[in-house]
T-cell receptor, first 110, second 112 residues
Framework: DVKVTQSSRYLVKRTGEKVFLECVQD?????MFWYRQDPGLGLRLIYF???????EKGDIPEGYSVSREKKERFSLILESASTNQTSMYLC?????????FGPGTRLTVL | AQSVTQLDSQVPVFEEAPVELRCNYS??????LFWYVQYPNQGLQLLLK??????LVESINGFEAEFNKSQTSFHLRKPSVHISDTAEYFC??????????FGTGTSLTVIP
């Protein structure tokens, strides 16, 4: 089975801190994605990556950056966390026939 | 880009009753269609998918969905729900298997 893991299930940070969210997949998938999930808004795509060192902006990239130095790892970076970035963050990887999701990181920015 | 509409944000249903969760998408080009389920404080799990072939697809826990190309719909159904089916359900569409577009979700609550 495909496994997608995220470094933290729950995270609490202060406004202005730099935040790293890590995602690792074990199935050699080329495509990886970062979403945020908020009540009533569903999943919104932040960034995605088709290959190592390649990234594309999604629908809401402002305030975020990403890094993909190795195929299995896709990191989401909040350069200076703000309270409006409090959310559930979901990482996913895909081959071509569907996405596989990690358990999510619930981030609270105080 | 695709647009995915889940008309019902909340669906309460009594245990052992049938349920239908509706999903419509915007484009009529060839698409892949998915339903995901999310239990509280967990990530999304793939419930079922339509890629090609038979328009009726089934999951291992009794859900089924039917692809209707003319109506651009992919509604999810179950003839008899259980308490354990209480969860958030997301419909998703992909045109080429790379980008995925999600609906805003339907919260299914099964009432004992």
């Amino acid at each position: 089975d495909v496994k997608v893991t995220q470094s933290s299930r729950y995270l609490v940070k202060r406004t202005g801190e730099k935040v790293f969210l890590e995602c690792v997949q074990d199935m050699d998938h080329e495509n990886m994605f970062w979403y945020r999930q908020d009540p009533g808004l569903g999943l919104r795509l932040i960034y995605f990556s088709y290959d190592v060192k390649m990234k594309e902006k999604g629908d809401i990239p402002e305030g975020y950056s990403v890094s993909r130095e190795k195929k299995e790892r896709f990191s989401l970076i909040l350069e200076s966390a703000s309270t409006n970035q409090t959310s559930m963050y979901l990482c996913a990887s895909s081959f071509s026939r569907g996405q596989f999701f990690g358990p999510g990181t619930r981030l609270t920015v105080l | 880009a695709q647009s995915v509409t889940q008309l019902d944000s909340q669906v309460p249903v009594f245990e052992e009753a049938p349920v239908e969760l509706r999903c419509n998408y915007s484009s009529s080009v060839s698409v892949y269609l998915f339903w995901y389920v999310q239990y509280p404080n967990q990530g999304l799990q793939l419930l079922l998918k339509y890629l090609s072939g038979s328009t009726l697809v089934e999951s291992i826990n009794g859900f089924e969905a039917e692809f209707n190309k003319s109506q651009t719909s992919f509604h999810l159904r179950k003839p008899s729900v259980h308490i354990s089916d209480t969860a958030e359900y997301f419909c998703a569409v992909s045109e080429g298997g790379n980008q995925f577009y999600f609906g805003t979700g339907t919260s299914l609550t099964v009432i004992p």
